[in-house]
């Protein structure tokens, strides 16, 4: 059962833009994870946004949520090459304890 | 150093054999999870296990089978009756209730021959 899904699914930009991811999602959450993953290699959490929060910060990375439309964002400030890899957005379910992930953005920054 | 780790990184598979990957974690984690990712593909939840000697099965359980005799390791059988097993194969272990940060290993990719 899908109930993230990114978009855009692969997005090309430049060193120093910024990147925006969006995730869109079914169901009522109580929060909502970002995790990368660099190529061939295993998931790492970056933010945790919590249903009663709108928006959170950590480094260059800020996260916004819309419970109302259920969707999230993901903002990458002034890029650079190291940030290629693949970005994922995760919920907990409210009829099991299990992460759900959408089907990933591919993010290539161009040095 | 407190992690997840998973072996063997890379299998090969003969088709109608059973192959098992392991998955042990020291972060001291009631929960655990076995997730398999095709390529381009998001996650898609396996198996998990919130408490030792307890499991669920996810979205895709069908051809695979899991144990937790103990808190620590969450092992993976990839039997013969799952019907396309080539795939990255993603383990992961968290608090009780996945409401929290997942920590994730490295990941076994198995290839059937």
């Known amino acids: 059962s899908q109930q993230g899904e990114e978009d855009p699914q692969a997005l090309s930009i430049q060193e120093g833009e910024n990147a925006t991811m969006n995730c869109s999602y079914k169901t009522s959450i109580n929060n909502l994870q970002w995790y990368r993953q660099n190529s061939g290699r295993g998931l790492v959490h970056l933010i945790l946004?919590?249903?009663?929060?709108r928006e959170k910060h950590s480094g260059r990375l800020r996260v916004t949520l819309d419970t109302s439309k259920k969707s999230s964002s993901l903002l990458i400030t002034a890029s650079r090459a190291a940030d290629t890899a693949s970005y994922f957005c995760?919920?907990?379910?409210?009829?099991?304890?299990?992460?759900?992930f959408g089907s990933g953005t591919r993010l290539q920054v161009q040095p | 150093d407190g992690g997840i780790t998973q072996s063997p990184k890379y299998l090969f598979r003969k088709e109608g054999q059973n192959v098992t990957l392991s998955c042990e974690q020291n972060l001291n984690h009631d929960a655990m999870y076995w997730y398999r990712q095709d390529p381009g593909q998001g996650l898609r939840l396996i198996y998990y296990?919130?408490?030792?000697?307890?499991?669920q099965k996810g979205d895709i359980a069908e051809g695979y089978s899991v144990s937790r005799e103990k808190k620590e390791s969450f092992p993976l059988t990839v039997t013969s009756a799952q019907k396309n097993p080539t795939a990255f194969y993603l383990c992961?272990?968290?608090?009780?209730?996945?409401?929290?940060?997942?920590?994730f290993g490295e990941g076994s990719r198995l290839t059937v021959l």
């Open positions: 296990s919130q408490i030792v000697n307890d499991f």
């Open positions: 992961a272990s968290g608090e009780s209730g996945a409401t929290g940060e997942l920590f």
């Open positions: 946004i919590r249903s009663n929060e």
């Open positions: 995760a919920t907990p379910p409210r009829d099991r304890r299990a992460l759900t």
